[in-house]
Nanobody, 128 residues
């Protein structure tokens, strides 16, 4: 069982930065892949970025490449999403999700149904 708690959301002007954190409970967190997803009002939840259990493999969706960076510190049971050059279209509730993947792949990392554990979300609002 893993419990996830996101933090770091808020309101920022376009071009600004935020760092989201996903803190996990459980002693086996370093065995779990983690993904960040977001859901804008009236839209489906979409993949943003993912990271393997060891942190050596990452994926991100095209719209955030070069702006967002996912990382993890397994000693602190925490995954981060550094978001720079924020745009109004990045406004959404951001969720982290985790699960154990026998093989970490891009196809699986972007699939929200592949994750069993989810946090409650944190709101990010970017004003123009």
């Amino acid at each position: 069982q893993v419990q996830l708690v996101e933090s770091g959301g808020g309101m920022v002007q376009a071009g600004g930065s935020l760092r989201l954190s996903c803190a996990a409970s459980g002693r086996t967190f370093d065995r779990y892949a983690v993904g960040w997803f977001r859901q804008a009002l009236g839209k489906e939840r979409e993949f943003v970025a993912g990271i393997s259990s060891s942190g050596d493999i990452t994926y991100s969706t095209d719209s955030v490449k070069g702006r967002f960076t996912i990382s993890r510190d397994n000693a602190k049971n925490t995954v981060y999403l550094q978001m720079n050059s924020l745009k109004p279209e990045d406004t959404a509730v951001y969720y982290c999700a985790a699960d154990w993947f026998p093989i970490y792949s891009g196809r699986r990392s972007i699939d929200r149904s592949a994750y069993e554990y989810w946090g409650q979300g944190t709101q990010v609002t970017v004003s123009s």
